[in-house]
């Protein structure tokens, strides 16, 4: 059986969402122990021109939610803004996961071929977007969300990020 643009998108952001939403339940735990405030927390940066973490968090649940609506050639959902806490953060990945979870196999029938639309322009093909953009960008924000928190002393090992 081939693998899917499904199989490859909303298992597995959904996965890596609800990981990094128990990591952000570690981190809550761990400001509070340690005295760091949670906007600090939410606003902490690896360096001074990088985004935050709460930005981070944004982006990441950002490329999972556009990624598959773009892949489905479907409206993109939007998230009314929440305050720069943790709960905040938390109620993004919740729902970035709702949306991957109401996602069917189905829904992605067509969509290595679609072109997808960007800035008005049709611009690559729904599978070259997916491995060549979507992907990409998603894991490099929430490596960024990880190695802020590990930065500020969150002690994380590999399978926190797995959600294991």
């Known amino acids: ?13 959904a ?20 005295n760091i405030g949670q906007p600090a927390l939410a606003n902490a940066r690896l360096y001074a021109n990088m985004r935050t973490l ?23 959902p939007t998230f009314e803004e929440k305050e720069e806490t943790i709960d905040g953060m938390k109620a993004r990945l919740a729902f970035g996961v709702a949306q991957l979870m109401a996602l069917t196999p189905q829904a992605f029938n067509g969509a290595d071929e679609r072109m997808i639309v960007r800035e008005g322009e049709p611009t ?11 992907l990409p960008d998603f894991y490099f924000h929430l490596t960024a969300a990880y190695a ?5 002393g969150l002690p994380l090992k590999k399978q ?3 959600g294991v």
Not at 54 to 76: D, E, F, M, W, Y
Not at 124 to 134: A, Q, T, V
Not at 148 to 152: A, Q, T
């Open 160 to 162: 926190d990020w797995f």
């Open 54 to 76: 709460n930005q981070q968090v944004k982006a990441v649940v950002s490329h999972a939610v556009k990624g598959t609506a773009l892949l489905c050639g479907r409206p993109i």
């Open 15 to 34: 996965q890596m969402l609800e990981a990094l939403s128990k990591i952000l339940d570690a981190a809550g735990k761990f400001a509070g122990s340690n």
């Open 124 to 134: 690559m093909s729904g599978k070259d977007f997916l491995f060549k953009s979507s």
């Open 1 to 13: 059986m081939a693998l899917s643009l499904y199989d490859a998108t909303a298992p597995v952001y």
């Open 148 to 152: 802020i928190l590990r930065h500020v």
